[in-house]
């Protein structure tokens, strides 16, 4: 992958997405590789079908993709902090 972040970076992101996640429903077994996942979507330009397998099953990473992202999840991440 050409962008790396370091374990405090990841620390601090997977608090923020895990706070935004809903609360109700299955808690997923590894965000932080559906989150790689989801970076190596986005930095390398590639469709889904396309995910190297480390990430899990390409349609798994989308649905629950499009899941968290019908839920509002995503704009939640990314929103400014602070409000």
């Known amino acids: ?6 374990e ?3 620390a601090h992101t997977l608090a923020v997405f895990r706070a935004c ?3 109700r429903g299955r808690k997923a077994a590894d965000d932080r590789l559906f989150l790689e996942a989801l ?4 930095v390398e330009n ?3 079908r396309a995910l190297p397998e480390r990430f899990g099953h390409w349609n798994s990473v989308w649905k ?3 899941r968290l992202s019908k ?3 995503f704009e939640a991440f990314l929103k400014p902090w602070p409000p």
Do not use: C, I, N, Y
């Open 46 to 48: 590639v469709r889904w």
């Open 71 to 73: 839920a509002g999840v």
């Open 21 to 23: 996640l809903p609360r």
């Open 64 to 66: 629950r993709f499009d």
């Open 1 to 6: 992958m050409s962008t790396r972040m370091d």
């Open 8 to 10: 405090e970076d990841w």
């Open 39 to 42: 970076h190596f979507f986005a």
